[in-house]
């Protein structure tokens, strides 16, 4: 078999039974690492070492993994401003997490007879988030709803990751805050005991 030393450097081909000899001497383990080529390859490694990094490996990857998740909005369209406002900010957050946003009009009664100015009131929340999203699926008439997808610019990854440095980044001023009252009230009972001695 062909023996691969524990930094990765050839040892060159040898017998099983000296490879095992040289694992035993090094306190290693005697890996199999590619069984199928000509002659077998091997690798002396601490196989639980080996194992531990190969399972912190695959939790980053789950942890950077995104999971796009498409959020809901409603509006109905005789929306007030104020309320059109707390709506888009919604949407504008959903978009910074990374996800995706159904925007929904809901029409009643003769409003179904008005389709256009449903399309101005997605169109309006598709211009003012512009630089967040891209208009995925354009407004359609769907029974007594029409809806609009808007994608997010940037992707859930990037989103998880800014959350991340930012939250440790808030942390770490948090933690200097604390750091210097605890220097400040200890030169206080510093400068208190100096006065009454």
């Known amino acids: 078999m062909r023996l691969v030393g524990p930094g990765g450097e050839q040892v060159g081909v040898v017998r099983v039974e000296d490879a095992l000899r040289l694992a035993e001497e090094a306190g290693l383990d005697l890996v199999e690492v590619a069984p199928d080529a000509k002659p ?3 690798k002396l490694m601490d196989y639980g070492k080996y194992k531990y990094e190969a399972a912190q490996k695959a939790r980053d990857a789950r ?3 995104a999971n796009t998740q498409l959020k809901e909005i409603r509006f109905r369209l005789k929306i007030d401003d104020h309320d059109f406002g707390v709506k888009k900010s919604h949407v504008e957050r959903f978009l910074n ?3 995706k946003v159904k925007v929904m009009i809901m029409f009643r009664g003769r ?3 008005r389709p256009e100015a449903g399309v101005r009131l997605l169109q309006r929340l598709a211009d003012e988030v ?8 354009m407004p359609r008439q ?3 709803n029409m809806t609009m997808v808007l994608a997010p610019t940037k992707r859930k990854s990037d989103a998880i990751s ?3 440095k930012r939250r440790d980044a808030e942390r770490e001023e948090r933690r200097g805050k ?6 400040r009230d200890q030169a206080r009972q510093a400068h208190a005991a100096t006065e009454e001695a």
């Open 63 to 65: 942890r950077n993994q």
């Open 40 to 42: 077998p390859v091997a």
């Open 111 to 113: 409003e179904q007879s």
């Open 130 to 137: 512009g630089d967040l999203a891209v208009v995925e699926s």
């Open 162 to 164: 800014e959350q991340r």
């Open 97 to 99: 997490q990374g996800d």
């Open 142 to 144: 769907d029974g007594r």
């Open 178 to 183: 604390r750091n210097e009252r605890a220097a």
